[in-house]
């Protein structure tokens, strides 16, 4: 009989977990165990016989589970395990909750259908004999000039026996980098996502990790478990991609964990993107990262760049301008095709009381409610928060008054504005309204790419999935996002206007009130070194990362309670100097919400698999994992408020 200790794949668990089984068991091996009223699996990373426990066994206040069955090898490496136990030191988390996060659920149900690659004693022993060196580089250049790297890299490496494994944000990446990357190789290419059948996904992966042939494989973060002795690089593509957040917890970001992995399998780490992030370039500027390339600072684009000044225009206001409108009609005489980006969703995104002033807003969250219209023609409200919904024929609940105005305009509003001054012309509209599953977006896109003189309306989801240069792009407006209180959004308009500029063929225009702002000039210049000196100068006065590394705490739950609670937590924290505030958004389904920040040194909650001398404030570790686990704790967060 023996005792083992498992590392559950779940969360809300600790760092290990005992039971007891009377089969041959040794560590390694993935196991089912029972845990609370569920069945999950485990990884088995020590044993014990019970014989030499039996006086703890008499003493322990729980009685110790017996393992349901033993699956056998794990498909999870040692580097893997060692990759998540260091990760759930940065996150606060332990290595189980890790795994059941980064890892898809489908490998869970099918564990019994996956194989592994053999390990190749020869490569093993070559790398343990060399003098190894661990390599991050940072790859700051165009598209184009990536994808010629990738096919000469491929080439290489395949000569040498090596693999590679390029990361990606999204679906649409994926399928757009294996249609550039995949000519002349396609039997050695594995592109592989949540967007494939339960089958296919087992497939891909047993056929890439048991090819004889050295492979490319194409995939999103949550695929980084995948073994093959002969991986030699990781790439992070698109590495400034939002997409690489989390949605739920523990809230990772998931650059991080591929960076953990690639660093504790002892792989070459390229950072890739057009624009890379400012905390990246700021690890480049103290050489953490070094240059594969000389990095690109300067963006260059055929396409003409002009942005069209609301403010001068004295005539009645039109969501389309005038001066929008006559090189609309330009561009569909000449057969293009043009696309018009909107920053939200909905026909309009602010309502307000025309007697009171009162916004019109969400009763569970708090949060402006968005107009939308439905498929009947009928318009209601839905917040975009909780998706709460309300009729629109309502009036003001703070002072019963009927005069509700609205303001702004979504991609809805443009849209229809579209089809009413060009009535003949083929318009699309693309959101999260209109295209719910990656196939539906990519039939859409290419219904509009098939058509000449065409118009797309669409948001940041339509431009994701856009594949050819396109005559001209319009910005149907920018303005509100530079309301938005985060200290990233001046990095995220410099990125997304880059990127659609990069994509017109002809012209580029953006409508705004605001064209003296930083952000928008640097952008249109493609001046990246500008923007990132002045991005550094305003986040080091202000103390906002890459300066210092923030972790965020949130509470949720009756007012009283959690303002008790965030006290407590300000004082256990004082030595760290925290700052404790009501959320931006404060209130959803009736639960109010608060944080509470610090700010660290970088050095002083990193990792050495992140950077040289990176360590774990011990003392810090401690705190907060005394918190309680209602507690939502978030390392480097994408916002503060």
């Known amino acids: 009989m023996k005792i083992a200790e498992i590392i559950p794949f779940a969360k809300g668990t600790g760092e290990t977990l005992s039971y007891f089984t009377a089969q041959e068991i040794s560590p390694g091996m993935v196991v089912s165990v029972p845990l609370r009223k569920n069945e999950i699996l485990g990884l088995v990373v020590s044993t014990r016989d019970v014989r030499d426990e039996k006086g703890i066994v008499r003493k322990s206040p729980y009685a110790l589970k017996k393992i349901k069955k033993i699956l056998g090898p794990s498909i999870f490496t040692r580097e893997f395990i060692e990759g998540a136990k260091e990760a759930a030191q940065f996150f606060v988390s332990s290595p189980g909750e890790i795994i059941e996060q980064i890892v898809p659920q489908i490998i869970f149900e099918k564990y019994k259908e996956l194989l592994t690659a053999k390990p190749d004693k020869k490569k093993k022993k070559e790398v343990m004999e060399a003098e190894f060196k661990l390599e991050k580089f940072a790859f700051q250049r165009d598209f184009d000039e990536r994808i010629t790297f990738y096919k000469t890299l491929i080439r290489t490496e395949f000569a040498r026996g090596n693999s590679i494994f390029i990361i990606l944000p999204t679906i649409g990446a994926i399928s757009y980098f294996t249609d550039e990357l995949s000519r002349g190789v396609e039997k050695y290419v594995y592109a592989i996502h ?115 000044d609301q403010r001068a225009k004295t005539e009645e206001f039109h969501l389309i301008g005038e001066e929008i409108k006559k090189e609309i009609e330009k561009a569909l005489s000449m057969q293009g095709r043009v696309f018009v980006y909107t920053v939200r969703r909905g026909l309009r995104p602010l309502t307000l009381c025309n007697d009171c002033g009162t916004t019109v807003t969400c009763a569970n969250c708090s949060s402006p409610f968005i107009l939308h219209g439905t498929e009947s023609g009928k318009r209601i409200f839905i917040c975009h928060k909780c998706k709460e919904e309300r009729n629109a024929d309502a009036k003001c609940e703070y002072c019963g008054g009927w005069k509700l105005v609205t303001l702004g305009y979504g991609s809805g509003s443009v849209y229809e504005e579209l089809k009413n ?221």
């Open 194 to 308: 949540s967007g494939l059948s339960k089958k296919e996904i087992i497939t891909r992966h047993n056929k890439a990790t048991t090819e004889k042939h050295p492979v490319l494989v194409l995939g999103t973060p949550s695929f980084v478990f995948i073994n093959r002795p002969d991986f030699s690089t990781l790439v992070i593509e698109q590495e400034s991609s939002g997409a690489y957040y989390t949605q739920s917890r523990p809230y990772i970001d998931m650059r991080i964990i591929v960076e953990i992995m690639g660093t504790c399998r002892r792989q070459k780490i390229i950072f890739a993107d057009t624009i890379l992030r400012v905390e990246t370039l700021a690890r480049h500027g103290v050489s953490e990262l070094l240059e594969l390339y000389p990095l690109k600072w300067r963006i260059e684009s055929g396409a003409l760049a002009r942005i069209v």
């Open 421 to 641: 001054i060009f009535p003949q012309t083929p318009t699309l509209i693309m959101d999260k309204d209109t295209v719910k599953t990656p196939s539906q977006a990519k039939k859409k896109i290419k219904d509009f790419e098939s058509k000449k003189s065409s118009i797309l309306v669409g948001t940041e989801l339509a431009f994701q999935y856009l594949t050819k240069p396109l005559d001209t792009i319009v910005v149907a407006s920018i303005d509100s996002l530079f309301n938005i209180p985060s200290f990233r959004i001046n990095e995220k308009i410099f990125h997304m206007v880059n990127a659609l500029h990069q994509k017109s063929e002809r012209l580029f225009l953006i409508q705004t009130r605001l064209r003296d702002t930083q952000a928008l000039s640097s952008a249109l210049s493609g001046n990246i070194l500008s923007f990132y000196r002045e991005e550094m100068k305003g986040r080091t006065l202000f103390r906002y990362p890459p300066e210092v590394r923030i972790i965020k705490i949130t509470l949720e739950g009756k007012k009283e309670i959690i303002n008790r609670e965030g006290l407590a937590i300000e004082q256990l924290l004082a030595p760290y100097k925290p700052e404790r505030f009501s959320a931006f958004i404060s209130k959803i389904k009736n639960l109010y919400r608060i944080h509470v920040i610090f700010r660290l040194p970088p050095k002083k909650w990193s990792l050495p698999a992140l950077s040289s001398n990176g360590t774990i404030d011990e003392e810090l570790s401690k705190k907060l994992r005394m918190l309680a686990p209602s507690v939502t704790i978030r390392v480097e967060p994408q916002d503060l408020l």
